[in-house]
C-alpha cells in the first residue's frame, strides 16, 4: 500500500508543476500503473460529477460570450469606487458573490484588477484587498449550488443512501464560509505597512518602474443581452436549488412497475444546458465564442483534472479500504475533525475542491463519519492557496502593480497564507459546531 501510495503521490507532484491538464493525465497514467503493475481494479470513472461541470461550464461560458460577466465586472467596479475605503471588506464579498452565482472561481480573474486598481488608486496596500478576494473566491466554492465541488458531495452522499439535500448543505456551508470570509477580511484590514511607507512600492516609484496607467474594464458592448444572459443563469440557479431542496417537485417516472426520481446530475446537467442553450438563442450570441473564453478553458482543466486525479485516487482508496480504515478507523471515530485535516493536505496536492471530495469521501464515509460532520469539514478542501501557484493566485500577484501582493522569501509566507487559513479554519469550527448545537 505504502509503494502504491508513493507513485499515487509522485503522480500529483508531477501533474502539479506541468500544470494545465498536466494534473489529469498524469493520474491516467499513475491509474495505468495501480491497475496493470499492482493489480488494483479501477473504480467507475466520475462521469456524472465530470457531466455535470461540464453544462455549469457551458452556460458560464455563454453567460461569458454574452457580455454578462462583463456587466457583473462593471457593477462591481462602481460598487468599489463608491466605497474606496471600505475596499478589504467589499472586495471579498464580491469575488465570492461572482463564485456563488458562477459555480467557479476563475471568474475572479475579472474583479482582480479593478480591486488592485481601486486599492491603488485610494493609497490602500492592494495586498489586503487582493489577498482576502481570492480567498473569499475559494470558499465560495464550497458555498456554490452549482460548483463541482459541492454538487460531488452531495450526489456522493446521496448515493451512500444519506437523506441529504442540497438546502441542508447551503444551510451549513454558506454562512459557515462567509463568516470565515469576514475573519480573513478583519485580519487583512491590518496587513503589512501603509502603501506610502511600504519600501517594495517606494523602490518602484523611485526606479520609474510604477506607472499611473490606470486599468480600464471591458465595455459592455450590447447591455441588454448581458443582462438578459445573466438572469437567465440566475434562474437555473435557483431552479438547482429548489430542485435540490424540494424532493416532491422532481419528477418521478415509471418503469417496469417501479418509480425512480429524477438525480440532482440529471436535473443541473438539463438545466444548466438549457441555459447555456436560451442565452444562445436569445442574445444571438456565437456558440464558438463561448469555447473560446476563459471560462471554458479553466471548466475543461478541471474536467481533465477530476477525470484522471479523482479515478486514481478512487481506485488507491477503492483498493486499500481494509487496510486504511484499520489503521485509522479509531481514531478518525475518536476525533472526526482529523479528517478535515486530510482533507485540507489533500487539496493542496490536487488543486480541486471536486477532486479532492471525488478521492477522499468515500473513506470519511467508510469511516461512520456523520454526514452532517462531513458537510462541516467541507471547506477544508479549500487548501489550494497554500503552495503559491494556483492561477488566481499568481494572477493577483501580478495585477499588483505596487508590489505589495507577494510570494514571500521562503515561499510559504505570501500573502494569501494568514487569510487562508484564518477563513478555513473558521468556517469549518462554525460549521462543526452548528452541527453540533442543532443536528445532533
Given at each position: 500500500?505504502?509503494?502504491?501510495?508513493?507513485?499515487?503521490?509522485?503522480?500529483?507532484?508531477?501533474?502539479?508543476?506541468?500544470?494545465?491538464?498536466?494534473?489529469?493525465?498524469?493520474?491516467?497514467?499513475?491509474?495505468?500503473?495501480?491497475?496493470?503493475?499492482?493489480?488494483?481494479?479501477?473504480?467507475?470513472?466520475?462521469?456524472?460529477?465530470?457531466?455535470?461541470?461540464?453544462?455549469?461550464?457551458?452556460?458560464?461560458?455563454?453567460?461569458?460570450?454574452?457580455?454578462?460577466?462583463?456587466?457583473?465586472?462593471?457593477?462591481?467596479?462602481?460598487?468599489?469606487?463608491?466605497?474606496?475605503?471600505?475596499?478589504?471588506?467589499?472586495?471579498?464579498?464580491?469575488?465570492?458573490?461572482?463564485?456563488?452565482?458562477?459555480?467557479?472561481?476563475?471568474?475572479?480573474?475579472?474583479?482582480?484588477?479593478?480591486?488592485?486598481?481601486?486599492?491603488?488608486?485610494?493609497?490602500?496596500?492592494?495586498?489586503?484587498?487582493?489577498?482576502?478576494?481570492?480567498?473569499?473566491?475559494?470558499?465560495?466554492?464550497?458555498?456554490?449550488?452549482?460548483?463541482?465541488?459541492?454538487?460531488?458531495?452531495?450526489?456522493?452522499?446521496?448515493?451512500?443512501?444519506?437523506?441529504?439535500?442540497?438546502?441542508?448543505?447551503?444551510?451549513?456551508?454558506?454562512?459557515?464560509?462567509?463568516?470565515?470570509?469576514?475573519?480573513?477580511?478583519?485580519?487583512?484590514?491590518?496587513?503589512?505597512?501603509?502603501?506610502?511607507?511600504?519600501?517594495?512600492?517606494?523602490?518602484?516609484?523611485?526606479?520609474?518602474?510604477?506607472?499611473?496607467?490606470?486599468?480600464?474594464?471591458?465595455?459592455?458592448?450590447?447591455?441588454?443581452?448581458?443582462?438578459?444572459?445573466?438572469?437567465?443563469?440566475?434562474?437555473?440557479?435557483?431552479?438547482?436549488?429548489?430542485?435540490?431542496?424540494?424532493?416532491?417537485?422532481?419528477?418521478?417516472?415509471?418503469?417496469?412497475?417501479?418509480?425512480?426520481?429524477?438525480?440532482?446530475?440529471?436535473?443541473?446537467?438539463?438545466?444548466?444546458?438549457?441555459?447555456?442553450?436560451?442565452?444562445?438563442?436569445?442574445?444571438?450570441?456565437?456558440?464558438?465564442?463561448?469555447?473560446?473564453?476563459?471560462?471554458?478553458?479553466?471548466?475543461?482543466?478541471?474536467?481533465?483534472?477530476?477525470?484522471?486525479?479523482?479515478?486514481?485516487?478512487?481506485?488507491?482508496?477503492?483498493?486499500?479500504?481494509a487496510e486504511l480504515k484499520g489503521s485509522i478507523e479509531s481514531i478518525v471515530t475518536q476525533m472526526p475533525w482529523l479528517f478535515g485535516i486530510a482533507l485540507f493536505l489533500m487539496s493542496i496536492l490536487l488543486f480541486s475542491q471536486a477532486a479532492t471530495i471525488r478521492a477522499l469521501l468515500p473513506l470519511g464515509i467508510a469511516l461512520g463519519i456523520s454526514p452532517f460532520t462531513l458537510?462541516?469539514?467541507?471547506?477544508?478542501?479549500?487548501?489550494?492557496?497554500?503552495?503559491?501557484?494556483?492561477?488566481?493566485?499568481?494572477?493577483a500577484i501580478n495585477f499588483d502593480r505596487t508590489g505589495t501582493t507577494h510570494i514571500g522569501k521562503y515561499i510559504l509566507n505570501h500573502s494569501f497564507m494568514i487569510p487562508g487559513l484564518i477563513a478555513t479554519a473558521t468556517s469549518v469550527i462554525l460549521g462543526l459546531v452548528a452541527v453540533q448545537l442543532f443536528v445532533h
Amino acid at each position: 500500500m505504502l509503494i502504491q501510495l508513493f507513485f499515487v503521490l509522485t503522480a500529483i507532484i508531477i501533474g502539479a508543476r506541468i500544470g494545465g491538464i498536466g494534473l489529469g493525465v498524469l493520474g491516467g497514467l499513475g491509474l495505468a500503473i495501480l491497475t496493470f503493475v499492482f493489480g488494483l481494479e479501477p473504480t467507475s470513472p466520475p462521469i456524472d460529477v465530470m457531466l455535470m461541470i461540464v453544462a455549469v461550464i457551458a452556460a458560464a461560458s455563454c453567460m461569458q460570450a454574452a457580455g454578462g460577466l462583463d456587466l457583473m465586472v462593471k457593477m462591481a467596479e462602481k460598487l468599489l469606487r463608491k466605497n474606496p475605503k471600505q475596499i478589504t471588506i467589499l472586495s471579498p464579498l464580491v469575488t465570492y458573490l461572482f463564485t456563488f452565482v458562477a459555480g467557479t472561481g476563475h471568474v475572479a480573474y475579472s474583479v482582480l484588477p479593478v480591486i488592485a486598481e481601486v486599492a491603488t488608486e485610494t493609497k490602500i496596500r492592494p495586498e489586503r484587498p487582493l489577498g482576502i478576494a481570492v480567498i473569499a473566491s475559494q470558499q465560495a466554492i464550497t458555498a456554490s449550488p452549482i460548483s463541482a465541488a459541492t454538487v460531488a458531495l452531495l450526489s456522493m452522499l446521496t448515493a451512500a443512501g444519506f437523506n441529504i439535500t442540497l438546502l441542508q448543505i447551503l444551510a451549513i456551508t454558506v454562512p459557515c464560509t462567509l463568516m470565515g470570509v469576514l475573519a480573513g477580511a478583519l485580519y487583512s484590514l491590518r496587513v503589512g505597512k501603509e502603501l506610502a511607507d511600504d519600501p517594495e512600492f517606494r523602490r518602484r516609484v523611485a526606479a520609474g518602474e510604477f506607472t499611473s496607467q490606470p486599468y480600464q474594464t471591458t465595455d459592455v458592448k450590447n447591455q441588454r443581452s448581458a443582462l438578459v444572459s445573466v438572469i437567465i443563469f440566475i434562474l437555473a440557479t435557483v431552479g438547482i436549488i429548489l430542485f435540490g431542496s424540494m424532493e416532491s417537485i422532481r419528477p418521478v417516472f415509471v418503469t417496469g412497475g417501479v418509480e425512480s426520481q429524477l438525480g440532482m446530475a440529471y436535473i443541473i446537467e438539463i438545466l444548466m444546458l438549457s441555459a447555456a442553450a436560451l442565452i444562445l438563442i436569445i442574445t444571438r450570441t456565437d456558440g464558438l465564442k463561448a469555447a473560446q473564453g476563459s471560462v471554458f478553458n479553466a471548466g475543461m482543466q478541471a474536467v481533465v483534472a477530476i477525470f484522471g486525479i479523482a479515478w486514481m485516487g478512487d481506485t488507491f482508496i477503492a483498493g486499500n479500504m481494509a487496510e486504511l480504515k484499520g489503521s485509522i478507523e479509531s481514531i478518525v471515530t475518536q476525533m472526526p475533525w482529523l479528517f478535515g485535516i486530510a482533507l485540507f493536505l489533500m487539496s493542496i496536492l490536487l488543486f480541486s475542491q471536486a477532486a479532492t471530495i471525488r478521492a477522499l469521501l468515500p473513506l470519511g464515509i467508510a469511516l461512520g463519519i456523520s454526514p452532517f460532520t462531513l458537510i462541516a469539514l467541507f471547506p477544508a478542501v479549500n487548501g489550494y492557496f497554500f503552495i503559491p501557484n494556483y492561477p488566481t493566485v499568481v494572477a493577483a500577484i501580478n495585477f499588483d502593480r505596487t508590489g505589495t501582493t507577494h510570494i514571500g522569501k521562503y515561499i510559504l509566507n505570501h500573502s494569501f497564507m494568514i487569510p487562508g487559513l484564518i477563513a478555513t479554519a473558521t468556517s469549518v469550527i462554525l460549521g462543526l459546531v452548528a452541527v453540533q448545537l442543532f443536528v445532533h
